[in-house]
């Protein structure tokens, strides 16, 4: 009887430290759940996180892509002004000067200013503009026009020593406007005399404005077009000089496509090649801006003024134009506006400039002086109607030119697009293997899954701990039942607990991937049909190059009217 009380009183001690056991067994398995339920969800939360923050990225690119082209802008106007500000305060008196030239020419036309008048505000300017070669001009101007010889030639001599070449281009285009044909010629000649076709200064274009508006009588015409198609010889025997303008040409072309226009936000945003295929794009697009820029040229010159309207213009070019001091500033000028006329975009503004470059150099050789037209006839000092001329000269190197950057176009278009979306990588040529795609990604995503899912651990600890506590009960069932149930429930519980935790971090992986999968799923498609409708756009586009090189090979003399047609004739 005693035996059996102390083996009771042993039992209900051991009942009571099972029960402990399995309590704290049972706390460490719900914290084991809570911990691996946290990094699993750790893990998810860092994947979400990892795609927010490119998202981010992305966005903080965009903003401060924006904020720079914006800035750049702002700054670009800024500058533009103060730039013109220094310009006038430099050389603001010049643009008084110039336009006393035709002014003075107009006024002795009517008869309406006296020979006094003439000589005080001539000689004023002298004395306001040292330096300038058009000031001296003027006093000889005024002093021919009231017959003072001694005065005239000195004015004249100070005129040629501070610019020879310009000095001698006006009092050649003085001359004809005032009849004096055969002093005209006299002047002409001495110009040619001192010239070098590798090494002309910009002024030089006036002679290709006098050339294509036939404002000078035969002889002059004649010894003008024989030098220019002689230097024309002569710099085109070689592949140097033409392989220069060539290169400017291409490089023009490139320079002159359009800016993009944010078509394509998915393939911008997920394929890894983006930027060779929106520069194959821009190329591509380029075409149409290039064949209005030549049916512009073609189609825009006038031979209906009289003679003294067109040498005036044509003496305006010259003293107009601003002179070689000035160049720097308006480089500075030019790069400017190129900024506003890109949006901002500092990048393509330079691109143009750098096509553009030549244009202010003092000195160039003769092919250059025609590409300078070509390119901006207002920068060079020329009008449309030298722009459609040296276009004409220049049209068989244009055409290679124009070879040569429609091949380079072509080959740099990629053959695939290259497609990232998430980790899943792939690629397509035209967007007609939809299927095959959406098939791929199915996979990567199911093999996702399964990496997912077994990365969490089957709660085996538990379940042992648990069975054992059961067993362990079972054991006691006779002798103490109570004990027995309470240590099976606490078992089972553990089991229970441990599975539950286990199933729904599973449930939350299966979700999260299959959100993930089907985002990426649109996202893909999306990027299908922008490849679609890419390729189709760009082979819309890349056809035009055909007619635009037909276009361009078919510039000739016939492009121009009345005098001019004889003129590039004689010349090309």
Known sequence: MADQAISYADLSYINSELRSIGSYISGISNEIGVISSKQDNLENDLVVLQSDLAKLTSLFNEFVDADTRHKALQLAETRVGNLRQELDLKFGYYAEVRRMAIGILQAVDVGIVNDNTLQFTTEEVMIKAPGYWLAPALVALASWIRDDRHNTENALNESLRRDDYKATLFYMLIMRRLGRNDASLKWLERYFMHQNPHNLSREFITILEAVITGVFPPAARQLMMSNVKDWLDLLTHTDNFVNQQKAQWVSFFEASGPLPEGKYPLLEKYCINWPTLTAALKAAKTHKVLQAYFQDIVSSTDFSKSVKVQLDEILSLLVVNFDDEELPLQEQVR????????????????????????????????????TNASFNPQLAGATKATQTLAVSISQPWIVEAYDTFTAQSRNKIPKTIELTIEDFKTSTKDGGNENELVKSQELFYENMLRIELGRISFPWGAIIIGSLLCLGAISFVVAAPLAALVGVGIGGVIIWMSMKNYNKIKKAIIANVEERKRKAKEVLRGCIAETVDYRNELATEDANAEEVRHFIAAIRAEDFTSLSKETARNII
């Open 335 to 370: 790069l400017n506006q190129l900024i506003i006329q890109m949006d901002g975009s500092k990048s393509a503004a330079e691109a143009m400039m750098n096509s553009e470059k030549h244009i202010f150099e003092e000195k160039v050789d003769f092919l250059q002086l025609l």
